[in-house]
Every structure is written in C-alpha cells, then in structure tokens.
C-alpha cells in the first residue's frame, strides 16, 4: 500500500513566524487531503488538493503530483494553529482509501 | 446540512464487554470509511463499507471486530470482549463517492475508554 511520510514530525514556532510543512507519497495518488486535529481531537479539513495550489486565508497549499508530494504553508501563525497536521492520500482505485501520515505536531507560542 | 455524526463521543466499558459504536454519514452520502487512532498516533485505516456491503476489511482485526452499513441507519463498528489494548478513539469519515470522489469528511471520534 500507499507509504506517507510528514516532516518534520515537531515544530515549535513563536506567533507570526511562517513554516512549511511537508508531506512525500511512496507511489502516485490522485486523492489527497490535508487536516488540522486540534487539541480537542477533531479533524479538521483544510484543503482537498490532488494536485495544483490553493489557498485559504493564511494557509495554502501545493501538491507535485508527478514528484509525489505535497507541502502546506502556514503564513503569520497563531496560538490556535497549534495541533497536529495530518495529511492523507489515495488512488481512485476499485477499493482505495485515504492513508494517513504520522502527522505533525506544531506549538505556536505566544 | 449536518456533518458526520457519531455517537457515544465517550465510552467506557470493562474488559470483556462490548462496544458499539455508531455513524451517521452526511445526507447523501453512501461511502463510510472506520479509522482508529491510538494516542499520539496517526489514524489507521480499519474498514470501508457501502451500503450493505463490506468493500475493505483489510484494517480490521481478525477477531472480535465487526463492521455493517444497513440499507437503513447508522454504520455500526462493533467490538466484543473489549481489551485494554482497544482504548482509542474511532473516527468514522463519509463521502458520496468514495476516494475517488473527492473529499472525505470525519466525524468528531468516539473515545472508547477500556477499564
């Protein structure tokens, strides 16, 4: 199946820095989705991007679908940034599912 | 329109009882993806259903473990025997097409707690 891989696994950053997070697929998919989990738990979706840029608010988002990869910019960040930064792919295949990655832990200190 | 609803959020049981643990998908949807997340891990793929049918079981444990998605209600994951080892929380994640489709959207979790 499918192997994610996240880096960097922890990132400590103080209010209003910027930081780039990134995410490597071991084979190509066409499905691909980035999800903040807060520190209540809930998963949030921040962007379904298979491929191409997108952008909301002070996150974008860019995927490399022919290099495998993908890379979420978190821009003037906050306290409540602050979680764990997942991000999961799959192919459209019969049975296909999202696989996740380990995820990244991020701190936003005030 | 509702999202992904999930019920208990919180669940304790004994060891040797069993949990059930339910989904309602978003309106329209048919595609119910299981995920569950032991602490400080990512989530780990279970089980993938239709309606009324089992598509992937492959993250499923072989025993004690089981998945339906009746033609009417919620998907149910169910456990028996409950272990210690079961304490996690289960995300339940809908789509109206699958993987292929797009977008997968989670329910809130249910965090089942074994004493």
Same mark, same amino acid.
């Given at each position: 199946g499918i192997q994610v891989e996240q880096s960097p696994p922890d990132l400590i950053l103080q209010e209003g820095a910027n930081s780039t997070l990134r995410c490597n697929f071991s084979d190509s998919v066409n499905n691909l989705q980035w999800f903040h989990q807060n520190p209540w738990g809930q998963l949030i979706n921040l962007f379904y991007i298979p491929s191409g840029t997108k952008q909301n608010g002070r996150l974008s988002a860019t995927t490399v679908a022919t290099e495998r990869y993908s890379l979420l910019y978190i821009s003037s960040s906050q306290t409540t940034d602050s979680g764990v930064y997942f991000c999961a792919g799959g192919n459209t295949g019969a049975n296909s599912k999202l696989t996740f990655g380990k995820g990244i832990t991020l701190s936003v200190r005030p | 329109n509702a999202g992904v609803m999930q019920n208990p959020r919180h669940l304790v049981r004994r060891r040797g009882q069993e949990a059930r643990l339910r989904c309602s998908p978003m309106k329209g949807h048919s595609h119910v993806y299981w995920y569950r997340q032991l602490p400080e891990e990512g989530l780990k793929f279970m089980v993938y259903l239709q309606k009324e049918n089992i598509i992937d079981e492959s993250g499923m444990p072989k025993e004690r473990f089981s998945a339906e998605f009746p033609k009417e209600g919620p998907s149910i994951l169910r456990i028996q025997q409950v272990v210690r080892g079961d304490s996690a929380a289960y995300f339940c994640a809908s789509s109206p %097409? *699958?993987? %292929? *489709?797009g977008e997968l959207f989670f329910g809130e979790g249910s965090r089942l707690t074994v004493l």
């Open positions: - | %097409r *699958g993987v %292929r *489709g």
